[in-house]
């Protein structure tokens, strides 16, 4: 019989000299039963375990030392944690957080990876399956990318799979990150793939926008066109002023010295015609490229609408 003081650090020693494959989340009685039984079906490793004893006791005269206190610690953690279909998981998956890797308590991608991996087990496969990148080259545009995981379960052997898909747009993101939509899209769906697995109920930090989405979104259909074709002639677009100013502020550029320094002259932004803030937009785009600036648009006002 397997000895019930032993610590779930030394029965997990005794099945992986044994080759066993240990169940993630497996508690203390389960590596007992799994030990017992590797014992029962081994006379070879009992007489090799009676004769390691007897030469551990020759070699040294000091007793076999307790377990620290970070093993017991660790051991009554093991012993203690939930099944991931009860109702304490959520609260057991969050409390495995880092401080910085919480964003007002919403868990950031890189911190799921390392939560999801230590409580379900390896990754074995993780990346993009589909990539819709944005087709707008003149406009923030949006991308839409479906994104899969692939766990070795509870290192058991078999694998399991997540996949979830996440769309960026400059409605639904912070300017900082929609100038590179897909790859902000990519993050975000990586994100929500790892939550469905930890069944975790909140966001991922990266899903979190600090704009008024619902806002930014009626004034969208409002300012749609009503027919198939795009008027070039109609005055620039809700969307299009607000690219213009968010690349602006991030490229420290004046709105209204840039939007002027062209041939024609603008009072109000909104007298710009969509063909012309198409141009402007692909400039803007060449700065953000590397393009030099002009000295003489620098100096981003935030007041510029005044």
């Given at each position: 019989m397997t000895d019930t003081n032993k610590?779930?650090?030394?029965?997990?020693?005794?099945?992986?000299?044994?080759?066993?494959?240990?169940?993630?989340?497996?508690?203390?009685?389960?590596?007992?039963?799994?030990?017992?039984?590797?014992?029962?079906?081994?006379?070879?490793?009992?007489?090799?375990?009676?004769?390691?004893?007897?030469?551990?006791?020759?070699?040294?005269?000091?007793?076999?030392?307790?377990?620290?206190?970070?093993?017991?610690?660790?051991?009554?953690?093991?012993?203690?944690?939930?099944?991931?279909?009860?109702?304490?998981?959520?609260?057991?998956?969050?409390?495995?957080?880092?401080?910085?890797?919480?964003i007002d308590g919403n868990p950031v991608c890189a911190g799921l990876r390392r939560v999801a991996e230590l409580l379900l087990g390896e990754i074995i496969d993780?990346?993009?399956?589909?990539?819709?990148?944005?087709?707008?080259?003149?406009?923030?545009?949006?991308?839409?990318?479906?994104?899969?995981?692939?766990?070795?379960?509870?290192?058991?052997?078999?694998?399991?799979?997540?996949?979830?898909?996440?769309?960026?747009?400059?409605?639904?993101?912070?300017?900082?990150?929609?100038?590179?939509?897909?790859?902000?899209?990519?993050?975000?769906?990586?994100?929500?793939?790892?939550?469905?697995?930890?069944?975790l109920r909140c966001l991922a930090a990266e899903e979190l926008a600090k704009k008024n989405i619902v806002d930014i979104v009626k004034q969208a259909v409002a300012s749609a066109p009503t027919s198939g074709e795009y008027e070039h002639n109609k005055n620039i677009s809700s969307q299009q002023v607000q690219f213009i100013d968010a690349r602006c502020n991030q490229l420290d550029i004046d709105v209204t010295k840039f939007i002027n320094m062209g041939e024609n002259t603008y009072v109000n932004i909104n007298d710009i015609t969509r063909e012309s803030a198409k141009k402007m937009i692909k400039v803007l785009n060449t700065y953000q490229n590397g393009s030099e600036i002009p000295n003489k648009v620098k100096d981003y006002n935030m007041n510029w609408r005044e």
């Open positions: 610590t779930i650090k030394e029965l997990k020693q005794i099945l992986s000299e044994h080759n066993c494959a240990i169940p993630n989340g497996a508690k203390k009685q389960d590596l007992i039963k799994l030990t017992e039984t590797i014992m029962s079906n081994d006379e070879d490793f009992v007489d090799a375990q009676s004769s390691s004893v007897a030469t551990f006791d020759d070699m040294f005269d000091e007793p076999v030392r307790d377990a620290t206190k970070e093993e017991k610690e660790q051991e009554s953690n093991e012993e203690e944690s939930p099944s991931i279909f009860s109702d304490g998981w959520n609260d057991y998956a969050m409390s495995h957080f880092k401080s910085n890797e919480l993780s990346g993009p399956v589909q990539v819709f990148p944005a087709t707008d080259n003149n406009g923030p545009g949006r991308a839409t990318v479906v994104f899969k995981v692939t766990f070795n379960w509870m290192n058991s052997g078999q694998t399991k799979s997540f996949s979830e898909v996440a769309d960026v747009w400059h409605g639904n993101t912070d300017d900082l990150f929609c100038a590179h939509p897909a790859a902000t899209a990519s993050t975000r769906a990586e994100g929500r793939a790892l939550r469905k697995a930890l069944k």
